[in-house]
């Protein structure tokens, strides 16, 4: 696999690979040529003189306060949605192994109870998926729950009583809460990242723009810029 910072060859001629400027590197340095030129009288009156009117150099400054607020909103969503997934997988560790120690006791406790066995759905493998998992998990404990004679015999034992029954049920029922969340937060990602790409599509417009302007007017003097 061809490295991105190695260079191309193109017939017998070598290019090296720029390595892409991350959101932060660009709008620095678009801020830093609007600021420059804005605070320069000479680029200024310059600029006016072909057309280039302040007002542009307004207009890329506003686009730029724009894009930049959006860059950083797609940040703090981003943030927030890596927060939620973690919550949700160290949520879903934890109801997991408690579920599957109290399926195993249950399996025990119940192996000569064939309706027990059905309703509690203690045969067969566990589901990978957490829609699959999570259905599992939710129906056990709720049928347990629900059903007083399976409860009494159960919690007989020393290890469970049926507030520990709850508890248990009540950390798959948040496990479920965070997954809707995590699921929220994505799509609050996605639409911050549609918003990010379009404000910086314009500001990118618009910085092509006044470069052409830019170069055109100084092309005997490219430092002054």
Not at 131 to 136: D, M, N, R, V, Y
């Amino acid at each position: 696999m061809e490295d991105n910072n190695t260079t191309k060859e193109t017939g017998t001629a070598k290019r090296t690979r720029r390595p892409s400027q991350s959101a932060d590197q660009k709008l620095l340095a678009i801020q830093v040529a609007i600021e420059n030129s804005m605070n320069s009288k000479e680029v200024v009156d310059k600029l006016t003189a072909i057309g280039y009117s302040v007002d542009n150099l307004k207009k890329g400054k506003e686009l730029w306060r724009e894009a930049s607020a959006q860059v950083a909103e797609h940040k703090k969503k981003s943030a927030q949605q890596r927060a939620l997934t973690e919550q949700l997988r160290q949520a879903r560790k934890d109801a997991e192994a408690d579920y599957m120690n109290c399926l195993r006791l249950a399996r025990i406790r119940f192996r000569n109870n064939n309706e027990a066995r059905h309703t509690l759905e203690l045969a067969g493998h566990r589901k990978e998926s957490l829609a699959g998992i999570l259905t599992q998990m939710e129906d056990f404990y709720k049928n347990l729950l629900e059903n007083q004679e399976f409860l009494t015999y159960f919690t007989s034992v020393q290890e469970y009583s049926p507030e520990r029954i709850q508890a248990e049920y009540q950390a798959v029922l948040d496990v479920r809460a965070y997954n809707l969340k995590q699921e929220d937060a994505k799509g609050d990602v996605q639409r911050a990242s549609a918003q990010k790409k379009n404000k910086l599509a314009k500001l990118k417009r618009w910085f092509a723009d006044f470069k052409l302007n830019a170069r055109y007017t100084f092309r005997e003097d490219l430092q002054t810029l």
